[in-house]
């Protein structure tokens, strides 16, 4: 009794083939989209986290919310100004998990790496790479990018002629005692929580102007806050990372994902400021 064994033809081996390369070709997209699905609400969950720890300080601290930045001078690095950032400041209220400042579709602006050959190479200073350097006072944390920015749009310019008689309008500033004008805020002083952005995608940093800011949401552009603001305008890093879109955080804990012309800066309502129709004084 003769056994005959069945193989496969050359033809349909290339039809299988041909098979499995059609599936893959659709199947790759959707899973793709599906990864950034998730990381975006990674995103925005980190966001959601930072905005309830911005809250825990407020009540913590007699109502005043956390400076985005501030000037120490510790003895141990010989009594020198060390700028500490946000980050450092809302550190304990995160339960010291780094990852918190930064978004997981972002490879490069990683505040969780610590300061890395990237951020070096960013800043274009001599710096030594510190896996380490995160929510510690130090003068080269400001160097170390993150994903999140906080929002820190209307400042005002230190050496604007008239700063006396221009009121600050961010949710987070800086103390006068550090040299700055913007002053602290309370969150009592917040109008409409639901239409104040706190935290957002990306930074406002750039090699040529403020490299150091790279976690902050600023103009590059003006020296001050004038009505018609848009992020893309100024080609910010970040505000298009989802899709042409951007996650923000508010006042009171809701995320949207906005394209940044859909931030409204005017003069009915801006998005930006803790007086929602700041723009009409």
Known sequence: MTIRRSAFTLIEILVVVAIIALLVAILLPSLENARESARRATCGSNQRQLATAATAYAAANRDWMNPMQESYFPAEFGGQEVESTYRVTLFPYVGRMPQVFDCPSEKVAVYADGLSESDIAYSGEALTPDPKLVGKLNPNEKWNASGIGIAGAHWIW??????????????????????????????????????????????????????????????????????????????????????????????????ELLYPKNIRCNRDQCWWSVSLDWHRH
Not at 224 to 235: S, V
């Open 158 to 255: 230190d050496h604007d002629p008239d700063f006396q008689s221009k009121k600050s309008s961010m949710p987070f500033g800086r103390t006068v005692e550090s040299g700055h004008h913007e002053g602290l805020k309370r969150y009592s002083q917040i109008k409409c929580p639901s239409r104040l952005i706190w935290f957002g995608d990306g930074g406002s940093g750039n090699t040529d102007t403020w490299g150091d800011d790279s976690w902050w949401i600023k103009r590059v552009v003006v020296e001050y806050a004038d009505p018609g603001f848009n992020r893309e305008q100024q080609n910010d890093y970040g505000c298009q990372r989802h899709g042409k879109r951007a996650n923000y955080v508010w006042a009171d804990g809701h995320v």
